[in-house]
């Protein structure tokens, strides 16, 4: 079984533009996460996969292996299906690009999903973890999961679910870790598939796959990643280095 890591890397974003080529103790936050996932020794090879020429030369030049996007894409899915259709891969990896602090241990969960899965009845495993706080729980940017008996999701959503209509039953709240592994067929099903009502009103891509009736194994981890989404959050990620 190959299985490789896929960086997705756009160089536009919102909240924090070009923050994938600000400076984290000398090197770029995109380079420390490549480097970061190969250091991990989980895959058969890692790719950074962009739309930006400075993202791609900057890991080329750097000894590393990029794809460059040839189409624009709206989800990181259907950035990463470009870049693996024609590649000899069993098992993509999803590794945020600005999450340079990669611990090895939920990765390891997930690619551990496929490596007993014998019947193949997984198509996606992905992570979850508990959260307690109410305001965490009620906050809409952080997403939640609800799972059947055997631990394949059943809908996420940015809405409190379960909804406490009763109070005392010890309902336990899992908030999803978006680290994906994805069999290869799986990816490029998704990216051929057309956006349906629950991820255009969610704005959660993993609800197409399930609305096509993909199969999703949730794992659950205590991770916390360390992402890079504010100039702030790139300060405490210097301290850090």
């Given at each position: 079984?190959?299985?490789?890591?896929?960086?997705?890397?756009?160089?536009?974003?919102?909240?924090?533009?070009?923050?994938?080529?600000?400076?984290?103790?000398?090197?770029?936050?995109?380079?420390?996460?490549y480097?970061?996932?190969?250091?991990?020794?989980?895959?058969?090879?890692?790719?950074?996969?962009?739309?930006?020429?400075?993202?791609?030369?900057?890991?080329?030049s750097?000894?590393?292996?990029?794809?460059?996007?040839?189409?624009?894409?709206?989800?990181?899915?259907?950035?990463?299906?470009?870049?693996?259709?024609?590649?000899?891969?069993?098992?993509?990896?999803?590794?945020?690009?600005?999450?340079?602090?990669?611990?090895?241990?939920?990765?390891?969960?997930?690619?551990?999903?496929?490596?007993?899965?014998?019947?193949?009845?997984?198509?996606?495993?992905?992570?979850?973890?508990?959260?307690?706080?109410?305001?965490?729980?009620?906050?809409?940017?952080?997403?939640?999961?609800?799972?059947?008996?055997?631990?394949?999701?059943?809908?996420?959503?940015?809405?409190?679910?379960?909804?406490?209509r009763?109070?005392?039953?010890?309902?336990?709240?899992?908030?999803?870790?978006?680290?994906?592994?994805?069999?290869?067929?799986?990816?490029?099903?998704?990216?051929?598939?057309?956006?349906?009502?629950?991820?255009?009103?969610?704005?959660?891509?993993?609800?197409?796959?399930l609305?096509?009736?993909?199969?999703?194994?949730?794992?659950?981890?205590?991770?916390?990643?360390i992402?890079?989404?504010?100039?702030?959050?790139?300060?405490?990620?210097?301290?850090?280095?």
């Amino acid at each position: 079984m190959k299985i490789i890591a896929v960086i997705p890397a756009r160089y536009a974003s919102t909240r924090f533009p070009a923050k994938l080529m600000q400076d984290l103790g000398g090197k770029t936050v995109i380079l420390r996460t490549y480097e970061a996932a190969i250091n991990t020794k989980l895959f058969d090879d890692v790719f950074v996969v962009t739309d930006s020429d400075l993202i791609y030369d900057e890991i080329v030049s750097h000894g590393g292996k990029a794809i460059k996007s040839i189409k624009e894409h709206e989800s990181g899915s259907d950035r990463i299906a470009e870049a693996v259709e024609n590649l000899d891969v069993d098992i993509v990896i999803n590794v945020q690009g600005d999450e340079p602090f990669i611990d090895a241990e939920p990765l390891a969960k997930v690619i551990e999903v496929f490596r007993n899965d014998v019947d193949q009845k997984v198509d996606l495993a992905s992570l979850k973890r508990e959260i307690t706080n109410e305001d965490d729980i009620n906050n809409p940017n952080n997403v939640k999961v609800v799972v059947d008996q055997n631990g394949f999701a059943l809908y996420f959503s940015r809405s409190v679910i379960p909804y406490p209509r009763e109070k005392n039953i010890g309902v336990r709240y899992m908030q999803h870790i978006g680290i994906y592994a994805f069999r290869k067929q799986a990816l490029l099903d998704f990216y051929r598939l057309p956006m349906q009502s629950l991820e255009a009103s969610e704005k959660l891509e993993q609800l197409r796959y399930l609305e096509f009736g993909k199969r999703i194994k949730m794992v659950e981890t205590t991770h916390v990643g360390i992402g890079i989404d504010t100039p702030e959050d790139l300060e405490r990620a210097r301290k850090m280095v």
